[in-house]
């Protein structure tokens, strides 16, 4: 069976490029495509499409740091960060997994990110007022890229490539970054 996480005929993008808009989506079934592109909270379209009232599970919270790039793109003052992990699952597997990077003084000014437990991120951002979102971003990352390895650590079913979105997330002026990885169960459905 052809991966359809792999673009075809698609030139190979540098280890870490990420790319705004959805040209880069162009080649891929429509119905990843449409996943990818969905602006709403996916865990929410995930019990949508399941009926599976409660499928996040908190993976692991712990300290980390920001690359330069990123700590750029979230306008952090410093690289520390609170690094959350989730998966996202429809019908008892794994569909997306999401990775949060909340910097030190977004978590300073919202101390309640670091308390939401098994509760997901995205869906529990989407129920608070005066939050902004900076355009997604795409890429096709290798399976041994260090965010698709975390995704993919313990799946049975590896492949080469995962497809990935991220954006920012802004509130009250102090931003996060949501990365969301889409494993190979998400395409059946």
């Known amino acids: ?10 030139p190979l993008l540098p280890f870490d490029m990420w790319a ?13 495509r449409e996943w990818l592109t969905d602006s709403g909270a996916i865990g929410a379209r995930i019990a949508a499409s399941t009926g599976d009232a409660d499928g996040v599970r908190l993976i692991e919270q712990r300290l980390g ?18 690094v ?3 998966m996202l699952s429809g019908r008892g597997r ?7 990077l909340i910097p030190d003084d977004t978590l300073e000014q919202h101390p309640w990110l670091a308390e939401l ?15 902004g979102h900076g355009p997604f971003e795409y890429a096709p990352l290798p399976a041994v890229h260090p965010l698709a390895a975390r995704a993919l650590a313990g799946l049975a079913t590896t492949p ?3 497809w990935a979105r991220r954006s920012w997330v802004a509130l ?18």
């Open 117 to 131: 437990g098994d509760a997901s991120l995205a869906t529990t951002l989407a129920g608070v007022t005066g939050v």
């Open 65 to 82: 740091f920001l690359t330069r790039e990123q700590q750029a793109l979230v306008a952090a003052p410093a690289s520390s960060c609170l």
């Open 84 to 86: 959350r992990e989730e």
């Open 172 to 189: 009250r002026g102090r931003r996060l970054l949501l990365q969301e990885v889409f494993l190979p169960e998400l395409v059946p459905c």
């Open 94 to 100: 794994p569909w997306v997994f999401a990775q949060s």
């Open 160 to 162: 080469a490539t995962v």
């Open 20 to 32: 705004p808009g959805v040209e880069v989506l162009r080649r891929l079934p429509p119905a990843l």
């Open 1 to 10: 069976m052809k991966n359809p996480y792999a673009p075809t005929n698609a």
